[in-house]
């Protein structure tokens, strides 16, 4: 009795790790994400509502993050142009299967984005400059830190600022048609913004190791 109790224990450990296999599968390599079908049906705000929900979700169990090495430091801004193409399906030629691809780069590579979104404000293509406006909204969202160890009192206060940060761009939304003298300002406010924020989207030599070993999941 003793030896088949010992043997159903032992079994266990396989099992258990063939379930978390199985999750972590089916979390991180299943296709596509919740809303996409629908997203081009609403209106600009409403989108940017239900990306700021989900980019929340993802950030609590890391699921922007890659999965085992990170080289989104390297992205350039000639890629990050194509996604932006691709995904809005701005030349009317992408499939759905690259639109949601390309959509799903742009929201997990956040803070990476940010320095290569501000020199298209000033593309020659107005579609390309409005949606690039729109994506640097959440890709220049910080992480709040975490509350639960060290000095609780500094990380509440260093989130009370992230989060003051945060709301300052929420709404500076390129949603219709807007005049050259608003582009113009809307343009503007991102360059002084990124003027006082640069550091926070740059990463030095040993920053970009440190991320390409542990900014995964």
């Given at each position: 009795m003793l030896q088949y109790t010992i043997k159903r224990l032992l079994l266990t450990i396989p099992t258990f790790l063939f379930i978390s296999l199985l999750l972590f599968l089916v979390?991180?390599?299943?296709?596509?994400?919740?809303?996409?079908?629908?997203?081009?049906?609403?209106?600009?705000?409403?989108?940017?509502?239900?990306?700021?929900?989900?980019?929340?979700?993802?950030?609590?169990?890391?699921?922007?993050?890659?999965?085992?090495?990170n080289m989104r430091f390297n992205d350039t801004q000639e890629e990050v142009r194509e996604w932006l193409v691709a995904a809005y399906n701005l030349e009317g030629n992408a499939t759905a299967a690259e639109r949601i691809a390309a959509q799903e780069t742009l929201d997990d590579h956040g803070?990476?984005?940010?320095?290569?979104?501000?020199?298209?404000?000033?593309?020659?293509?107005?579609?390309?400059?409005?949606?690039?406006?729109?994506?640097?909204?959440p890709a220049s969202q910080l992480r709040f830190v975490s509350e639960r160890r060290?000095?609780?009192?500094?990380?509440?206060?260093?989130?009370?600022?992230?989060?003051?940060?945060?709301?300052?761009?929420?709404?500076w939304?390129?949603?219709?048609?807007?005049?050259?003298?608003?582009?113009?300002?809307?343009?503007?406010?991102?360059?002084d913004w990124y003027a006082e924020n640069q550091a926070d989207y740059t990463w030095t030599t040993t920053e970009k190791a440190e991320a390409f070993f542990f900014d995964t999941r």
């Open positions: 979390l991180n390599i299943a296709p596509g994400r919740p809303g996409a079908a629908n997203s081009g049906q609403q209106g600009e705000s409403t989108q940017q509502e239900q990306k700021e929900s989900f980019r929340i979700f993802k950030e609590q169990f890391n699921l922007d993050k890659p999965i085992l090495l803070n990476y984005l940010v320095r290569h979104l501000l020199p298209l404000l000033a593309d020659p293509d107005i579609e390309v400059r409005k949606v690039a406006n729109n994506v640097l909204i060290g000095d609780i009192d500094a990380a509440r206060k260093q989130n009370r600022e992230i989060s003051k940060r945060n709301q300052r761009v929420k709404g939304v390129w949603d219709g048609d807007l005049s050259e003298a608003e582009q113009a300002a809307l343009a503007a406010g991102w360059k």
